[in-house]
């Protein structure tokens, strides 16, 4: 190897080695911002997805080497939408009908072919309130016409017609609500997840008849869970009395 042709390889070797420590101080930064990010916004991703978010960074590189592409037109659900909505906005199939899609935004929005290219949206329950926008959605098992919606302020609103008519319900905390369960075997059993520290953050809506209504009877269960926001609930498949709940940060089982 000439001379000219070392120098050149050593450099080369430099050049690796520098660009080698500046891409990992990259993704390590990455990493750190990501993990800030969603302990602020109290979200899942880098915070406890894979092992403890370590792969988020080789996401992030990959989706930059090739990037993702929207198939569908960058347009809002309807003409009357406004684009107002959270940061991240809840989104459910319905249970009943793989086809119905439910967004909530300012309003809540229904779409009946979600599998089409273009779907077909509609607004089945106006805005509550400036800037106050839905949080939560749920529908009930068995029952389409059955809606429950959380907004921001800890609002709760239920439907037993599909939207034609909506009843808020009261006794509620007005506190962000985060997640809302329709018991799967028992519609007049409802759950309701809220944000904040603070408690409670667990209540249990019931009614022999029908709980959908203004003041249906509000069980506290959050009992000893931790005063933290409860990101989720679901109860047991066979065992009603068995209930999983999710604060932050942890998983409490009743």
Not at 123 to 131: D, L, M, V, W
Request: aromatic content about 6%; some cysteine.
């Amino acid at each position: 190897m000439t001379e000219l042709g070392l120098r050149a390889a050593i450099s080369l070797v430099q050049i690796a080695a520098v660009m080698g420590v500046v891409m990992l101080t990259v993704m390590i930064l990455t990493l750190a911002e990501r993990k800030v990010l969603g302990w602020m916004q109290d979200r899942m991703g880098p915070m406890e997805v894979g092992p403890y978010g370590i792969l988020q960074p080789i996401a992030d590189g990959l989706k930059a080497y090739n990037p993702l592409t929207n198939t569908y037109p960058n347009v809002n659900c309807g003409t009357a939408a406004t684009g107002k909505a959270n940061f991240i906005s809840p989104f459910i199939l319905d249970p009943n009908d793989a086809n119905r899609l439910l967004v909530g935004a300012n309003s809540l929005w229904l779409t009946a072919n979600a599998k089409a290219a273009a779907p077909s949206w509609s607004a089945i329950k106006p805005p509550s309130g400036t800037n106050n926008f839905v949080s939560a959605i749920a529908v009930a098992t068995g029952d389409s016409n059955r809606i429950w919606v959380g907004h921001n302020n800890g609002e709760v609103w239920c439907t037993v017609n599909g939207g034609g008519a909506w009843t808020q319900v009261t006794g509620t905390p007005a506190r962000m609500v985060l997640r809302i369960m329709v018991d799967s075997s028992n519609a007049n059993r409802v759950f309701v997840a809220n944000g904040g520290y603070s408690s409670p953050n667990l209540i249990e809506l019931t009614d022999a008849t029908q709980v959908c209504k203004a003041s249906p009877t509000v069980t506290l269960r959050h009992n000893n869970l931790p005063p933290a926001p409860v990101r989720s609930v679901v109860r047991h498949p066979t065992n009603a009395s068995w209930l999983l709940s999710r604060p932050r940060a942890s998983a409490e089982g009743t």
